[in-house]
């Protein structure tokens, strides 16, 4: 639902363009008939937004995903947030929210072509659509004064890497956001790209973001030598740094899940005394060895060109950022999600006149990555690949094997000497074949259209390669489809 609620003095806001910007982004934890005490907390999260200081004016939320929660966030906001957008996107919804001060000319919805699997029912990534949630957001009168929001959830981690068997899936994610912030740079606008990106910083998925759509994470534009993972991780001990405490992996870290202070990430007996109403306190100055950044907001300056020298001048810059959305229920006691908000300020250079500059279309310089990433990235996709085609055959062989299961017991009918008989063999029939279909439609259907997004990434990933190549003076072969 894309809502415009306008008034006199709202239309008069774009008139006047912003000095500053405010951005929070949160992960709300929505999930209907399983995230516990969820109208509670999403009724004081939007308490919370709508009281915050300074007031946030872009707001990304996460796992939104009823459309009862949305219009009570609205309503909550909509004083200082008047314009919105529920995204709609999957079989039960993407669970994305875009909220602005401004108005939204345009917005769009795109799924990532790779997102999970169907038959991981009970992770629920590929029912829910994931995607990108797009604003265009008209700040002010100028071509300057527009703002590309590019508001995303990616593919879970459920094993760690390089175990994870989704890891190939998160990581053409990260590719396909990368290359829609960097189209929206190249137009010369604000960009800003904000959710919980599943990953943790100078990952994978974290390089390619930064490096192919050149948006720079705030956290580590402030904090260039914060955590890279979780203090228990290896490639956190590696870096012979001190265990955090849980104060320390919020205000330098930017730690927003699995915090010590997050009440659903707690034990057994903390979460218990909590169920019974008491007041549980945690020491800030406690050992943290869990908690690390999921939640990015990642910016590119709608950098403008000097018409005298034709030398870029950075429009926007990061004033300050910090985790947000720590406080608790005040009655509950809990926290408002398993996630805390990551927040940040950008101020604006209006000090050089438009007449002397311009922002129109421009190419970015290129950028790569070293070339063993890029091989990494094609290693990932033959692995995967081959899993899959191998899942094929099963699943296809399953059908064959269901589908002669059925024929069995239908030519079996005819010769049991007892009804009971008869039906138990009917009933294993209908079973057989519904379980095969079941599996041939995913090993046939959803298996094949999986695999072609494999060599769409793939060729991607070998054009830039082979680009990057001949950018250092080496020779590759050419691509081809």
Known sequence: MHERLESPSMIDETSRPPSSLRILSLNCWGLKYIAKLRNERLTEIANQIAAAD???????????????????????????????????????????VILSKWPIEESSMTQYPLNGRPAAFYRGDWFVGKGVAYARIRMGPTRRDIAEVFCTHLHAPYETEPHDSYIC??????????KLMRGAAERGHLVIGLGDFNMTPMSLAHRIIETHSR?????????????????????????NVPMPNAEYNLTKNGATCDS???????????SQRLAKGENVQIDPTVDDP????????????????DATNGRPSAEWTLQEANVGMTARHPTLYCSLSDHFSVEATLVRNLDEPLSTTSNGPYALPEAYLPIAIYD?????????????????????GHFGYQFFLTVGCLI???????????????????????????????????????LRALKEFEWEVRNTKERALARAGKEGPPATS
């Open 54 to 96: 300074p007031p946030p004016e872009i707001v990304g939320l996460q796992e939104c995903w009823t459309q009862q929660d949305y219009d009570v966030i609205r309503e909550k906001t909509k004083h200082f947030l008047p314009y919105g957008k529920f995204y709609f996107s999957g079989i039960f919804g993407g669970g994305l």
């Open 169 to 178: 899936h998160r990581t053409a994610q990260a590719w396909e956001i990368a």
């Open 215 to 239: 948006a720079r994470d705030i956290w580590r534009v402030l904090y260039p030598n914060s955590s890279i993972g979780a203090a228990k991780d290896k490639v956190e001990q590696m870096r």
């Open 260 to 270: 010590a202070l997050n009440t659903w990430r707690w034990n057994k007996a903390h």
């Open 290 to 305: 869990n908690a690390k950044r999921l939640d990015y907001i990642f910016f590119s300056s709608g950098s403008h060109h």
């Open 376 to 396: 990494e990235i094609l290693a990932t996709i033959s692995k995967y690949d081959a899993r899959e085609r191998i899942q094929r055959r099963l699943r296809l």
């Open 412 to 450: 079996g009918v005819w010769w049991v000497p007892h009804n009971y008989v008869a039906f138990i063999l009917m009933l294993i029939s209908s079973l057989s074949l519904s379980v095969g279909v079941i599996d041939g439609l995913m090993g046939g259907l959803f298996v094949s259209s999986e």
